[in-house]
């Protein structure tokens, strides 16, 4: 059975009676000019003007909170015609206001009177929701829809020239039921859905004060409900009261269950033209759903904007909202701040945060919290079953869980429930919740199982993928022809790993069970899976060969050399790249031999001068050139630079391989300095270490002797 | 709560009459003081109004779980006809699960036909209710099976693809009667688009199995959803029965962990905002859209564009004063005036009131 709120039909009449202006005009000078006293332009809305404005706030409101779940017909009647100028399937203010705009051409005219005359109002409204009702009624066969009943609402704007409305009841129980009971039976006879409750509301609008605006029920039946109420259009002569807007905003509250919050304490900041700098605490009310069980309205505070987003709120329930002043500066500013960057507001009622604000999707939303649900006492993970096992394979259920994250779909079909479950299923055939007692988990990490764990369970193989685990599987066999360990782990229940044959015996067995439990994703599977197990071989027998492996095409001209390449362990791969790199001078503390770089080779003792020379050679640096032009001298001669105590480039003294430096003023420590040397001398020999030769030789020589 | 008929026994209780005595609690030897003490009275009196008094007792706290309202009752209800429909109508909100329980055969159609009525209007609301009837000697049995299915705690598996585990969920969600509804984990949603979902109920996961030192399906979840940064962990939507449902794990510190069950209300769309969670695709598939989902309707709200009410007064003036604002700062905020004026002018012609924008382009002049 639909609700009664589901569908509204709004008439509007367009009769001569519609045209009479209201009785206080909007001075528009005032406003404009802030003249208050000459009236120069004043303006006064008509009824039918007023009608039109408070019928577009009662869709507003609704359509704010239920969006397309609410559906709205608007028909107008003149002259004893109704004329529909919409349609059930567009909805929404911008299809409203074009529709408005195209009926605007004819509206109510003042020439009108005598037609209008004609007919009596009963008789025109009767029409007028006999007409309305017959657009209630679904067009739909009975086997087609799920609903048993049609249901919903007749709104009517109109200026009723009898006062007596209420007194012509009997003849609108007599009348309207007969017209359902007519629709019905057509309805029976064509197999159509019956019409079941309908609730029609005759807004009689008028240009004068009304006192008494209570919605008087003129007829309640089985099948329907007939209700008038009698307002002023326009504002009061005091300008605070507007009957018809407050009639109609709160027919869409009883109508559609609407609740009224205010919101207080929203610190907005002035403009500072207006002279306050600071800002200024304001109050925005809006309507909204009930929300949870309690119908008792509330005044909420502004609480904290400063929300964290990875915290989940305990909530209860979450409505829609739709503010009830939308045109007001400050509603304005408060819609803007939520949902122009999604924000959340916490507000509190009475000091205890309750509900929250956010806008989600594009639309705002008030959340109710609840208490968030936390055991008083929260349960010791190690006394759960498994709790204490520390061998869990976390890390893979997190990539899992990051792959199967879910999102919106575009297109909106049903029954991704059963694909995304047996995406999961295939990607879970095969998953040890833990990595103890496993060869293959235990490696995990390790690029090639990580490859093969990944690759294996998709869908489909691309061809890269396939060469992916090709070579995945081909470094698992290189690896168990060196027999290097595996991680073998056995979890918090300790005991002795295998050995390492049986460790990979283990391995490939459980590579099997992997692969075949996929074998049926795609033909790549199976072929793939058959290569590589064709090219391990029999388990125990690794074949020593490698798998052939999809390599380039080499060129057949170019020249290979054809030497035997003795094998290199890796060790002579880093001797290798260590002897082509430049050798480059090294600290003293880095050195052993006599080669290196001495910065201030004659600084120690009490006086850092000898024959009125500085120990440092800095008084030679001062006269390079001179220095320079001797050594040249030198050398051209092939002789070594000169090591005399005259003037000697300081820089070449470091090149010096000559054992008997003297230096007088500080025998002690030159001596001191020649045993220490002479020391490490004798113990470089004794452990075989002679850095001028081959390093790689030096080394071999050292690991031979320590063999 | 128990209503006898006067032809047998008339025995009505009343918790207007007592309201200091009763409470609620769990202490059981009390309450089975109490259920001894009860007074006999040959009062005649309706079921209907005790249970809509009894319900009030449920309402108006939503921070707590749903609760039960098991009515002990003969079955008949002494309103006249008339008057039936109206008392019906104060059924607008049942706040719990309702269980009416009907002791002896029923003698007249009538009051099974006025309490089935009761049960109809409860679920229309949108609560679960339920009407049996119950021999003198199948009150026990009865009795046991009502507890099993409403209040005892869950055993139940917990899958995910070809994972799974048994676990118990403590309190029993409301509605998932059949024990072979297990928990499907449908995907994992990110923590930070779900902004405070609406929750129907809560419920603890307690892991169960026979050997305590296999590893657990549950214990892995729990490390797996902690693991992360807390901006970017995720919860699980699992489905059970016909209800969605999320599961998160929560943490006190490194001992205690755990993970909770939280039931959304009934339907495929309990989130708006995220869509229906029987269309959500993963990240590989072709119709993925990142969140937030955009309902088309939420780029027409009142909020989201320029809307112009002018059903009160104060509303066109504003409107007015912000177009002479505009207008003083001429020829500097052309656009901003211009786009005033289109404003106002396109709502002139959606109202057929033209003397608003008379007035301000006479004042322009």
């Known amino acids: 059975m639909s609700s009664i709120s589901s569908k509204t039909v709004i008439v509007i009449d367009k009769s001569y009676y519609m045209c009479r202006r209201v009785q206080h005009a909007l001075n528009v000078d005032s406003i404009v000019r802030g003249n208050v006293d000459e009236g120069y332009v004043q303006k006064s809305p008509t009824v039918y003007q007023s009608a039109l404005q408070s019928l577009t706030e009662y869709c507003r409101i609704v359509w704010d909170i239920f969006g397309s779940e609410r559906r709205f017909l608007f028909k107008t009647f003149y002259k004893n015609r109704t004329k529909t100028i919409s349609n059930w399937n567009n909805q929404g203010m911008d299809y409203l206001r074009d529709t408005l705009r195209r009926s605007a051409q004819n509206s109510p005219n003042a020439k009108d009177i005598d037609a209008s005359q004609q007919i009596p109002k009963y008789t025109h409204l009767k029409n007028v929701i006999e007409d309305s009702l017959k657009d209630l009624a679904a067009k739909s066969q009975k086997e087609e829809v799920e609903k048993k009943s049609e249901t919903g609402r007749i709104l009517v704007f109109t200026y009723a020239t009898e006062e007596n409305l209420e007194v012509q009841s009997n003849q609108w129980r007599k009348d309207l039921t007969s017209s359902i009971e007519k629709i019905n039976a057509n309805a029976r006879t064509n197999g159509l859905v019956e019409l079941d409750r309908v609730e029609i509301v005759i807004i009689d609008i008028k240009n004068e004060k009304v006192i008494n605006t209570d919605l008087k029920i003129l007829a309640d039946e089985k099948l329907f409900k007939l209700e008038v109420t009698h307002v002023e259009a326009g504002g009061s002569e005091n300008g605070k009261e507007w009957q018809l807007t407050d009639r109609v905003v709160d027919l869409a509250t009883q109508h559609h269950r609407l609740m009224r919050t205010m919101i207080s304490g929203i610190p907005m900041k002035e403009e500072q033209t207006s002279g306050g700098g600071g800002s200024v605490n304001y109050e925005v009310p809006f309507l909204h759903p009930q929300l949870g069980k309690s119908t008792e309205m509330v005044d909420l505070r502004w609480n904290t904007p400063k929300i964290d987003a990875s915290q989940l709120r305990a909530c209860c329930s979450a409505v829609r909202i739709s503010p009830l002043e939308v045109n007001s500066r400050h509603s304005d500013c408060l819609t803007k701040y939520l949902s122009n960057g999604r924000r959340s507001v916490l507000l509190s009622c009475k000091d205890k945060v309750t509900h929250m604000l956010a806008c989600n999707g594009g639309d705002i939303y008030l959340h109710k919290l609840s208490t968030p649900f936390t055991p008083q006492e929260p349960p010791s993970l190690e006394n759960a079953p498994g709790g204490f096992r520390h061998d869990y394979r976390v890390n893979d259920l997190v990539s899992l869980i990051n792959k199967h994250t879910l999102y919106p779909s575009q297109t909106g079909a049903t029954g991704a429930v059963a694909a995304n479950k047996a995406a999961l299923e295939q990607f879970t055939r095969v998953f040890p919740l833990v990595n103890s007692e496993s060869a293959l988990y235990s490696m995990s990490g390790t690029q090639s199982v990580d490859k093969i764990l990944q690759i294996v369970p998709k869908s489909t193989l691309s061809e890269t993928e396939q060469f992916e685990l090709r070579a995945a599987a081909q470094d698992l066999i290189e690896k168990e022809l060196k027999k290097e360990p595996i991680p073998w782990s056995s979890g918090s229940l300790g005991g002795k790993p295998p050995k390492k044959d049986e460790q990979y015996k283990i391995l490939w067995s459980e590579l099997k069970i992997l692969f075949e439990a996929h074998i049926d994703n795609s033909p790549a599977h199976k072929a793939i899976t058959d290569t590589i197990f064709a090219a391990r071989g029999r388990p125990d027998e690794p074949k020593e060969v490698a798998m052939e492996v999809d390599v380039p095409e080499i060129d057949k001209d170019q020249n290979f050399n054809t030497e035997e390449v003795p094998s290199k362990s890796i060790f002579d791969c880093f001797l290798e790249m260590d002897s082509k790199k430049p050798k480059r001078p090294r600290f003293y503390g880095q050195v052993m031999g006599r080669d290196k770089v001495q910065l201030y080779p004659f600084l120690g003792g009490e006086s850092d001068q000898v024959d009125n020379m500085r120990k440092d050679g800095s008084d030679n640096i001062e006269n390079k050139k001179t220095l320079d032009a001797v050594n040249k001298k030198l050398m051209k001669n092939n002789m070594p630079p000169k090591i005399d105590h005259g003037p000697v480039d300081p820089r070449s003294r470091a090149q010096r391989r000559d054992d008997t430096v003297q230096r007088r003023g500080d025998a002690d420590n030159v001596q001191r300095r020649g045993d220490v040397q002479d020391i490490q001398r004798r113990g470089d020999q004794a452990e075989g270490r002679n850095f001028n030769q081959d390093p790689r030789q030096m080394h071999r020589n050292i690991r031979e002797k320590w063999k | ?365």
Request: proline letters at 7%; a positive charge.
């Open chain 2, 1 to 365: 709560m128990i209503h006898i008929r006067r032809f047998t026994k008339t025995l009505f209780l009343d918790s207007d009459i007592d309201p200091p005595r009763r409470r609620f609690n769990r202490d059981w030897l009390q309450m089975k003081k109490e259920i001894d003490n009860i007074s006999m009275s040959t009062d005649r009196s309706c079921n209907l109004d005790a249970i809509i008094k009894a319900s009030r007792l449920l309402a108006g706290n939503d921070d707590e779980q749903p609760g039960h309202l098991v009515c002990l009752t003969d079955g008949n209800v002494f309103y006249p006809r008339k008057e039936f429909p109206k008392m019906l109508n104060k059924l607008t909100c049942m706040p719990a699960t309702l269980h009416i329980l009907t002791l002896g055969p029923l003698q007249k159609l009538e009051p099974a036909t006025s309490l089935a009525q009761v049960v109809e209007k409860t679920i229309a609301n949108g609560k679960r209710a339920s009407l049996k009837r119950v021999e003198a000697q199948e009150v026990d049995t009865a009795a046991r099976k009502l507890f099993v299915d409403e209040f005892a705690p869950m055993t139940t598996k917990l899958v995910l693809g070809k994972l799974s585990s048994e676990m118990v969920l403590h309190p029993r969600p409301p509605g998932v009667l059949d024990q072979n509804n297990a928990m499907s984990v449908v995907g994992f949603i990110p923590i930070k688009h779900l902004s405070g979902p609406p929750i129907d109920s809560n419920h603890q996961i307690i892991p169960e199995a026979i050997n305590q030192e296999e590893p657990h399906l549950v214990i892995l979840l729990i490390h797996a959803l902690l693991q992360p940064q807390k901006i970017d962990r995720k919860l699980a939507l699992v489905k059970i029965g016909d209800r969605f449902g999320l599961i998160q794990a929560h943490e006190k510190d490194d001992a205690h962990k755990w993970l909770t069950f939280s039931l959304f209300y009934p339907g495929d769309m309990p989130l708006p905002w995220m869509g229906s969670f029987d269309s959500m695709v993963f990240a590989d598939s072709s119709a993925k859209q990142d969140y937030p989902l955009v309902d088309d309707f939420a780029k027409r709200r009142s909020y989201s564009t320029p809307t112009i009410v002018w059903s009160k007064d104060n509303w066109i003036i504003a409107d007015l004063q912000k177009a002479h604002r505009t207008a003083k700062k001429l020829p500097d905020k052309q656009a901003a005036f211009y786009k005033e004026v289109n404003r106002i002018s396109r709502a002139c012609c959606v109202y057929s009131n033209d003397s608003v924008l008379e007035g301000l382009i006479w004042d322009d002049k």
